[in-house]
């Protein structure tokens, strides 16, 4: 049974260990600073498939069962299954939801689906509910383009605050046995809305839940000290650089401790992405490809990973309305065998 | 902490009590057989906002507003807020998180959104994570035909097979302190799929589900003689047809126990709505204003609550693709004033 901890924190009774992960990534992707750390790489954004929404369910069925292969597991020994897309209605998730055959939590969360996903799959296990989750989340750059904004045929010029949409897919297996990352603590993340309309401005519109939900999470716990990583999903440089400043002003030293996902996927100069990359898929290559192997460099080391999500709807801001935007953290501790958690 | 029973239920330790609720329908709801017994109808399906989809958000606001009167609550009490709806991004209940100001977790499961919303605030209150949280879905009949099939003004001719979208939102608040009504086990559902493409057939699509996650408590429970209610949300008549045989033949004797709330709503001969019901709103209005009332009427009385969800996608269907449906279950009994949990 977890603990609430000051305004909105959780403490995990029994932290759940991430056992195992993978991660699915395009070419452009591959291209980028992360190299070939992913654990596959598509030839080509339609990955043989016949269209790219088809071709992000079939990142996510790679993802998710090279994934359990890891961990020596089959689809029958999963309690749960959580996630989402960008997909209207979260349509990629659902066929690999039918073809693992768990039971299926389906979220929206905008690209903050994964550590949502990660939140409440960790309640599920820390309260009893189950012994092994697995989460994935995933976007593809033409299918959401298309979707979003404009479909890539189009040649659209894109504005300087754009990011770039990742192809890609992350899968995590979460599990109530002993294991060397654990889930330890979450905040969920409450919506947040600065009046931004301009679809092409991501970063503005969810820095300032990332900003509510670091903050909530330092206030609460008082661990800034020993974090050795607050990372967000996708900000790009604007909305880095805004919760940059304003986590500064509200008095935390985070230097040299602070970096978005979105700015460590591509080269931004040389790759066209702009401000930088975004979607569901962003963190959930970045966390598994990077920041997870990084963590075990220490015998013992933690990161905040903070989920950010512009709940933007093309129909909405059509409409004269505001995107919202939310942020979802996970506490992640690595802990060396034998150290224990 | 729950417990895990037989291959997929859950029995929760601390049953999490339906503190209040509330129900908002439009007009064409409240001229069918439930008549007035709503908590807010609308004068029109536009609600006084500019378009359909702010009116949706609107309904949602009405009911969540309204049940957190009844329970003498103001927002800052509610430790979760869990919802969804079926338009794209589940833009209506991201508006609704953000003027409640709750953390916020955002769930889709088509038309199977709030029973999903109420296993895991269950999960999350049972497992000591909270004390009190809301769940809210909602549809509207306008904004969900032009997103999913045709704008209601083309005037297309509807299939007799097709049921009519809810105008509707009902909010419940679930909360660790004592009540009348509980939320005492869960099922949840897994994703099956029959191959059904035809997206005015949605009780097709999702009957299967429905036989699966019934049975599935029912083998786990072995409670069908005290159960007085197996409810399913929105099968309307060809999807609970299929449902009612496919259960007897698995042995399973539901005569006049087994309703559907799609065909509780309307006068389907008098109001034109063919197959039945359907929509997030549909369930969600018709178990507030019809069972949870008629649950009281004897001093213990027991419920299944089987939300059923097509999770269609407009765009895979124009690909050829398949509708796979889902269904997530809830047991809720009633206990009158101090006969106990």
Redesign the interface.
């Known amino acids: ?4 901890i000051g305004t ?1 924190s ?1 403490q995990f009774e029994h932290p759940v260990a991430i056992r195992s992960w993978a991660t699915v990534a395009g070419r452009k992707e591959a291209s980028g600073k992360l190299k070939r750390q992913f654990d596959f790489i598509l030839e080509d954004n339609i990955f043989g498939e ?2 790219w ?2 071709a992000e369910q079939k990142m996510q069925q790679y993802a998710i069962e090279l994934a359990m292969e890891k961990a020596s597991l089959y689809g029958h020994q999963l ?2 299954f959580l996630g ?1 897309d960008l ?5 990629a998730t ?2 690999t ?2 073809n693992i ?10 690209c903050s689906s994964l550590v ?1 996903g990660m ?2 799959a960790s ?2 296990l ?5 012994r092994r989750a697995a989460v994935c989340t995933s976007s593809h750059h033409d299918a959401a383009e298309r ?1 979003l904004r404009y479909p890539t045929e189009m040649g659209v010029q894109r504005t300087l605050s754009a990011q770039w949409t990742v192809t890609g897919s992350g899968a995590y297996i979460l599990d109530q046995e002993a294991g060397n990352w654990y889930i330890t603590g979450a905040v ?6 600065r009046g931004i309309k301009n679809s092409s401005d991501m970063g503005s519109a969810m820095a300032a839940s990332a900003v509510d939900t670091i903050s909530a999470w330092l206030e609460d716990m008082h661990d800034l000290d020993t974090l050795d990583y607050i990372i967000t999903g996708d900000l790009g440089k604007i909305g880095y650089e805004i919760c940059r400043q304003q986590l500064t002003e509200r008095g935390f030293d985070i230097a040299g401790k602070y970096y978005d996902c979105g700015m460590q996927l591509y080269h931004a100069e040389d790759q066209d992405v702009h401000a930088g990359g975004s979607g569901c898929g962003c963190s959930a290559v970045v966390l598994g490809a990077k920041y997870l192997p990084l963590m075990a460099e220490k015998q013992h080391s933690r990161l905040l990973l903070v989920g950010t999500g512009a ?6 801001v059509q ?1 004269g ?1 505001t995107i ?1 935007g ?1 942020a979802h953290a996970v506490l992640i501790e690595y802990h060396q065998e034998g150290s224990g958690c």
């Open positions: 049974m977890g603990r609430c909105r959780i016949k269209s929404e088809r309690d749960y989402g997909l209207n209605q979260i349509i659902s066929y939801a039918r055959g768990a039971p299926y939590f389906g979220l929206y969360g905008a949502e939140i409440l309640c599920l820390d309260g009893g509910f189950g979707q969920p993340g409450r919506v947040i809305d709940l933007l709807s093309p129909l909405t409409q309305q919202p939310i």
